[in-house]
C-alpha cells in the first residue's frame, strides 16, 4: 500500500469533520478512547482464558492452551484496511465495519485443543460468538490454517457499558510456526523471492499438517483426552442466531 495515497484520502474523507483547527484534537481524542475500549475488550477476554486454563490445568494436570498474546491493529492497518473495503477512512467505518481492531491469538499443542477453546467460548454465557471461520479444516490456497473467531464482549466502565468485538485467532503450535515465517517472508516488498516459493510455502504447510495430525493420534493415549475436532459444526450452526444478536448491538 501506498503510505502517502492512504494518508491523502483519509485527509480528504476527513474534511468535513476537520474544518476548524481544534476538530483535529478532537479527532485524536476519540481515536485514543476508541482504542482503550478495545483494549479493555482484550483484558476482559483474556483474564477469561486465563482463569479457564488454570480451572482445566487442575482437573486435568494438562495445559490446552500454550500462549496467549494480544495486538490491537495498527492505524495505517486500519486505514488499508477500509481501503480495500472501498470505505471511507472515518471513525464511524472503523468501528461499524472492522470487527478485528482487537485481536488475541491462542496457540495450542494439539488440533483438538484448538476446537476445545472454542467450546470454551461457546459456553461463556456474556462471551457471544458472532462467526467462525475454520481454516484448519478449509486451509486458505496459501496453506495457512487457523480457526477465525469473532465474539462480542461486555465491558463495564465506571458509567457506561460498551458491547466490543474481538478477533481471536486459536491454532496449533506447528501452525503459528508456519504463520510467523510465512508473514515474515512476505512483510517486506523491497526483494524478490523465488518464483515457487508460494508452492513450496504450501508443500511445507502440508507436511505440518501431517505432523499435527500425527501428534493428535500420540495425544489419544494421554488419560482423559477428549477429541473435540466435531465442535466447529456446532458453532456454525449457531452462527445465524448471533449474527442477529450482533446487528442489534454497537460499540
Known sequence: MDTEKILQKAFSDNKGALANPGDLLNVAMEF????????????????????????????????????????????????????????AITLDNMVSKLKDIAGIRITCPFISDVYHVLLMLKNQSDIKIEDVKDYIKFPKKSGYRSLHVI?????????????????????????????????????????????????????????????????????????????????SEEISALKAYYAHVIETLEI
Open 32 to 87: 485514543q478512547q476508541l482504542l482503550m475500549i478495545y483494549e479493555s475488550a482484550i483484558k476482559v477476554v483474556k483474564t477469561r482464558f486465563e482463569i479457564l486454563q488454570d480451572e482445566f490445568e487442575a482437573k486435568h494436570e494438562r495445559r490446552p492452551i500454550a500462549t496467549i498474546s494480544s495486538r490491537i491493529k495498527e492505524p495505517m492497518s486500519i486505514a488499508e484496511k477500509l481501503q480495500r473495503k472501498g470505505l
Open 151 to 231: 465474539v462480542c464482549v461486555s465491558v463495564d466502565f465506571s458509567d457506561t457499558q460498551r458491547v466490543v468485538p474481538v478477533e481471536i485467532q486459536i491454532r496449533t503450535i506447528a501452525m503459528d510456526f508456519w504463520a510467523s515465517v510465512e508473514h515474515q517472508l512476505h512483510y517486506k516488498k523491497d526483494y524478490n523471492l523465488p518464483a515457487n516459493v508460494d508452492d513450496e510455502l504450501r508443500a511445507i504447510a502440508d507436511t505440518i499438517a501431517q505432523t499435527d495430525e500425527r501428534m493428535q493420534s500420540i495425544a489419544r493415549h494421554i488419560p482423559g483426552f477428549v477429541d473435540y475436532t466435531s465442535v
